[in-house]
């Protein structure tokens, strides 16, 4: 017999739906919990505790046991994906794509937030100066940046200036390789040859550690913060390399 | 006496008694008849309980009428006795707390459940009624089974999820619904006062 397509949870007696809910796998109770209030405290009146959890939400959502992590890729529903982000903030680690946000006020929402490191893929116009300078995170990544080479040159005048305190590693990746010359323009800096360079070592925040690759161009924040610029260069994309050498990124006294 | 001191006997099994097994029989709401062994209505605690007090001999549940289930159909009742005969002797699970709890559904279960959601939706109103845990655990497990990959939003077409605006409506409307006796019981009660009663009822 043909299986009807729905079934009418709500409609069953409350033991009988409890009974139910306790057969449900991790994954299918936190869907439930997004739909309304009555899903969401049915799910939270069993008192289960999640000791860590990561969660890595495209079209289907996973949870997974590490914590602190955060995936948001794919566009399903703005709404849908603002509440993810609020009831979800990710201590550690956010995964995003930009195209999940309606507009530039939610992204800038998500940015603030005290969030370590931030991976952006598809990074397009919503993400402006301000916002990029809104960020309080340690770690910024993009797989694809939209945004001219002139506004990069802008966010490090402003952090030698004192923006973006906590930042440690800027990495973006510039697929239009037109005036990437522009990046550094007006800002002194000291050209450290490939060789030298590359015998140096930046630890991040998640106690990676990473080694610099071709030339590096050294200057300092107001502070004596010193950082570095390597850019990548291929055939037909560079990658781009900001590094803040806090004492505690130094490794072995090289920098 | 020790067992290996105990006396050999050749014993006639043919003369052993052997019990003769007792079929009791249940009526459904829309007066389907079903008989049912003593040992399948082991598997429900309520029927259990209530043929251990009836205390029927065999002679008793082919004299007396049916027993009556009131509360149950005979399609769904069909169901419920196919799977307590399948299952009969076997061991009912004690609830451990686990979470979420692990039950495999048997193909025989699978086969039993292949039916429409509107009488699985019955199944396990039954099981529940008639206190038949493995049953209200593959039953349950099969609704739960459903939300397996599902999006929220298919979440909710599969379970008839209702919207927080949805619950919002449905409880004004219900409580729109209940007003009118309530006042009808005010205006009985300010009624009675007025004319000296001291008591309600």
């Known amino acids: ?255 | 006496m020790s067992v290996e001191n105990a006396p050999v006997v050749d014993v006639d099994e043919a003369a052993i008694p052997v019990e003769k097994k007792m079929y009791y029989r249940f009526e459904s709401n829309d007066k389907k008849e079903f008989r049912v062994s003593e040992l399948a209505i082991q598997q429900s605690e309520t029927l259990n309980r209530l043929v251990e007090a009836m205390g029927y001999t065999s002679e008793d549940v082919e004299n007396k009428p049916a027993i009556a289930i009131e509360n149950i159909d005979g399609k769904t009742l069909k169901l419920v006795f196919q799977w307590c005969e399948h299952h009969k002797g076997e061991a009912i699970p004690v609830d451990d707390g686990s979470v979420p709890k692990i039950v495999e559904i048997p193909e025989f279960d699978a086969k039993l459940m292949d039916i429409d959601n509107g009488l699985l939706f019955k199944l396990i109103w039954a099981a529940d009624y008639l206190n038949i845990v493995q049953l209200l655990n593959v039953s349950c497990k099969k609704v739960a089974n459903m939300a397996q990959g599902k999006t929220p939003a298919q979440l909710r077409r599969v379970y008839l999820l209702p919207s927080d605006e949805e619950d919002e409506a449905a409880k004004r409307a219900a409580q729109e619904a209940q007003d009118p006796r309530a006042r009808e019981v005010e205006e009985e009660f300010e009624e009675r006062k007025r004319q000296g009663g001291n008591s309600f009822f």
């Not at chain 1, 996973?62 to 009831?87: A, W």
């Not at chain 1, 906590?166 to 973006?172: F, G, P, S, T, Y």
């Open chain 1, 1 to 255: 017999m043909a299986v009807a397509p729905s079934f009418p949870l709500y409609e069953l007696p409350k033991d009988e739906l409890r009974w139910v809910i306790r057969f449900m796998d991790p994954n299918a109770l936190f869907k439930l919990s997004l739909l309304s209030k009555r899903s969401k405290n049915l799910v939270t009146s069993r008192n289960w505790k999640a000791l860590r959890i990561t969660i890595l939400v495209s079209q289907t959502i996973q949870i997974r046991s590490v914590p602190s992590f955060l995936g948001l890729q794919e566009c399903v529903d703005f709404d849908f994906n603002n509440r993810v982000l609020k009831m979800l903030v990710p201590k550690k680690v956010l995964l995003v794509s930009t195209t999940v946000f309606e507009n530039k006020t939610a992204l800038q929402k998500a940015l603030v937030q005290n969030i370590d490191e931030l991976d952006i893929n598809n990074l397009d116009e919503k993400l402006t100066l301000d916002g990029l300078l809104c960020s309080n995170s340690k770690r910024i990544r993009s797989d694809v940046w939209r945004i001219s080479p002139n506004v990069l040159n802008k966010f490090l005048k402003l952090w030698k200036s004192g923006s973006n305190f906590r930042l440690e590693q800027l990495c973006v990746l510039f697929v239009d390789l037109q005036g990437l010359d522009v990046i550094m323009k007006g800002i002194p800096h000291r050209v450290v040859p490939r060789e030298q360079n590359e015998q140096r070592r930046f630890k991040l925040s998640n106690r990676r550690i990473e080694a610099l690759e071709g030339e590096g161009m050294d200057f300092h924040r107001f502070d004596g913060t010193k950082a570095t610029v390597c850019i990548k260069e291929r055939d037909t994309w560079a990658f781009i390399y900001f590094y803040v050498w806090h004492d505690h990124c130094v490794v072995n006294n090289i920098l």
